[in-house]
C-alpha cells in the first residue's frame, strides 16, 4: 500500500487560488521549485537593506495556496518526483464547445472596420476557441495580429451569456481606443460598456467595464464580486502589486483571459503571469503574419553612430545615467536623428525616453526644421487622452506626418494602421518595449505595406571598454534574431 507522504492532493480554493497539500519535506521541495530571482532585485531599497532577499515565492507552504493557473507545474514537479496526484474534480473547468461553433459566432458578428467588413482569420478563430474553451488562458498574440477583435468576440460571447465582464488596461489612452474599436466593429457600446478612468462615474456598471487598473485600484473589493469574466489586455504589465491585487479580488471571475503580444523572457514574469491568468496559448508569431502578407513587410536598418575619439575617451567607465546624460545632450547625434526624420515619406513615429533631458529638445529642433505645413506632434505622459487620440486620428489621414513621442506613451498598444517609419532615438534592452514599438508600424492600410525600423545605436568604445547602451544594441539584436527578423547594419561617423 502506498504511503501517504507521496502524495499531493490539490484542491480549489476559488476562481484565483487552489490548495496544494502534501508532507512538510515534499511542500519544502515545492516551494523551492516555485522560488525564483527577481530580475534586477539587486537594485531595489529592500535588496539593500536586507530587508528581501531578492526572491519571489509563489507557493505558500504555510497554507498550501498557490496561484491555480499554475496547476500544470504542479503536476509536472508532481511527475519528476514520482508523487501520485488527488486532484478534486472542481480545479479544473472547461467547456465542451465546437470549433466551427464558434467560427459561425465570429462570422455572425459580422464585425467591419471604417465601414468594411473584416475577415476573421484562422489564428484569431482558434484563439477565441481556446479561449472559451479553457477559461483560463494567457493569450501570446503579437503586435498588429488583431487582439482588439480576438477581446471583442470573447466579450460578445460572454455578454450574450449575461455574464458581466472587467476588461483592464494599462492606460487612459487604450480604454478609449477599446472602446472606439468596439464601436468600430459595428457593437452599440453606449448601451453596453462603460469607461472608467478619471471623469468616469465608477459606480455605473453596464454588460462590460473597460478600465484602467490605476481607476481600480482604489476600489472596495466587494465591488470585483459582480464579474464572471476578466480580461487583462497588455498583460505583460501585470507585475505591479495593485494589479495583482486586483486580480485576487476577482475570485468569482471564472474566465480569466489575459492577452499579450510579448513576454520580457524572464520564467519569473511569465509564471506570474499564468498564475494570474492560465497557461500560454501562442496564437501566431509576427514572422507568419509577415509571410503571409497579413502585417507589413520589415526592414530593420540599424544606424551605429560611431563617436569621435576625443568623445571616447571623457566617456569611458561613464555611469550609465552619465552615459545617457550625454548622448542626450548630444547636439550632432540630434541633428541626425532630426535630419533622418524630415528626409523620410511618410508619417513617421520618434521613440524617445527622457521628456525634458530628450523629447523636448528633440521635437523642437524638428518642429523648427520641418517644411511648411508638415504635422509634427509631440506626445508625453502628460498629454490629455482626449489629445493622444485626436492625433491618433489625424494621422490615420495623412501620409507624412510625425510624431515624437515617449515609449511609455505610444510603445504599447496604440494602434496606427497609416504609420510607415519607427526610430528609436533613446536606446533600449527591454524585449517588450522593443517588439511592442516595433508593432507600432506592421499593421497595414490600403496605401501601405511595408515598413521601416531605423535603430539607433551608440559606439562610445574605448579599448576595451563597451559602453552600455551599446551593450543595450548587443541585446537587441539578439532579439531580432529570435523573431526571424532581417536586419542590416550601418556605421555612421560623427564629427
Not at 18 to 43: D, Q
Not at 162 to 191: C, H
Not at 255 to 272: A, E, N, P, Q, S
Request: with cysteine; net charge positive; glycine share 6%.
Amino acid at each position: 500500500m502506498e504511503e501517504i507522504h507521496s502524495r499531493i492532493n490539490i484542491e480549489k480554493v476559488d476562481e484565483v487560488y487552489i490548495k496544494v497539500r502534501c508532507e512538510p519535506h515534499i511542500a519544502a521541495e515545492l516551494s523551492e521549485f516555485f522560488t525564483f530571482e527577481v530580475p534586477g532585485a539587486k537594485f531595489s531599497p529592500a535588496f539593500r537593506n536586507r530587508v528581501w532577499d531578492g526572491k519571489i515565492r509563489l507557493y505558500d507552504k504555510r497554507n498550501g495556496k498557490l496561484y491555480g493557473g499554475l496547476l500544470a507545474y504542479v503536476r509536472e514537479f508532481a511527475k519528476q518526483n514520482e508523487l501520485q496526484v488527488n486532484q478534486a474534480p472542481d480545479v479544473y473547468s472547461s467547456t465542451k464547445i465546437d470549433v466551427k461553433d464558434v467560427e459561425g459566432f465570429c462570422k455572425s458578428l459580422k464585425p467591419q472596420s471604417q465601414g468594411k467588413d473584416i475577415e476573421v482569420r484562422d489564428y484569431q478563430i482558434e484563439a477565441i476557441y481556446q479561449s472559451l474553451k479553457r477559461h483560463k488562458l494567457l493569450l501570446l498574440s503579437p503586435t498588429a495580429s488583431g487582439k482588439s477583435l480576438i477581446i471583442y468576440s470573447i466579450v460578445r460571447f460572454h455578454q450574450m451569456a449575461n455574464r458581466k465582464t472587467l476588461i483592464i488596461v494599462p492606460t487612459t489612452s487604450l480604454v478609449e481606443q477599446m472602446y472606439s474599436d468596439f464601436a468600430d466593429y459595428g457593437w452599440n457600446v453606449n448601451k453596453y460598456c462603460h469607461r472608467i478612468y478619471h471623469g468616469y462615474d465608477k459606480d455605473i456598471v453596464k454588460d462590460v467595464v473597460i478600465s484602467t487598473w490605476q481607476s481600480l485600484a482604489t476600489l472596495d473589493k466587494n465591488y470585483f464580486k459582480q464579474f464572471d469574466c476578466v480580461i487583462g489586455d497588455e498583460a505583460h504589465n501585470f507585475k505591479a502589486k495593485s494589479l495583482t491585487t486586483i486580480m485576487t479580488a476577482l475570485n468569482n471571475a471564472k474566465y480569466r483571459i489575459g492577452t499579450t503580444g510579448t513576454l520580457d523572457g524572464t520564467k519569473t514574469h511569465k509564471l506570474v503571469l499564468e498564475g494570474l491568468f492560465g497557461p500560454v496559448y501562442r496564437a501566431t508569431s509576427t514572422k507568419k503574419l509577415i509571410d503571409k502578407n497579413q502585417l507589413s513587410k520589415l526592414t530593420i536598418k540599424c544606424l551605429v553612430l560611431k563617436h569621435n575619439e576625443a568623445d571616447r575617451r571623457k566617456i569611458r567607465n561613464a555611469t550609465y545615467q552619465e552615459e545617457m546624460e550625454y548622448l542626450t545632450g548630444h547636439r550632432t547625434r540630434n541633428n541626425v536623428i532630426r535630419k533622418l526624420c524630415l528626409r523620410l515619406s511618410g508619417n513617421t513615429l520618434v521613440l524617445f525616453q527622457y521628456v525634458e533631458k530628450h523629447g523636448v529638445p528633440l521635437y523642437e529642433n524638428i518642429k523648427e526644421k520641418a517644411e511648411e505645413g508638415r504635422k509634427v506632434f509631440f506626445v508625453y505622459g502628460g498629454t490629455e487622452t482626449v489629445d493622444r487620440e485626436n492625433i491618433r486620428s489625424i494621422v490615420e489621414n495623412e501620409n507624412n506626418a510625425i510624431i515624437v513621442a515617449s515609449y511609455g506613451t505610444f510603445s504599447t498598444g496604440i494602434n496606427i494602421r497609416n504609420l510607415h517609419n519607427v526610430i528609436f532615438s533613446s536606446p533600449t534592452k527591454s524585449r517588450i518595449r522593443s517588439l511592442q514599438s516595433i508593432g507600432r508600424s506592421l499593421r497595414q492600410s490600403e496605401s501601405k505595406t511595408d515598413a521601416t525600423l531605423y535603430d539607433i545605436a551608440d559606439d562610445l568604445s574605448f579599448g576595451s571598454y563597451k559602453n552600455f547602451t551599446l551593450n543595450h544594441f548587443s541585446e537587441r539584436i539578439n532579439i531580432y534574431n529570435e523573431e526571424e527578423f532581417e536586419y542590416e547594419i550601418h556605421n555612421i561617423n560623427l564629427k
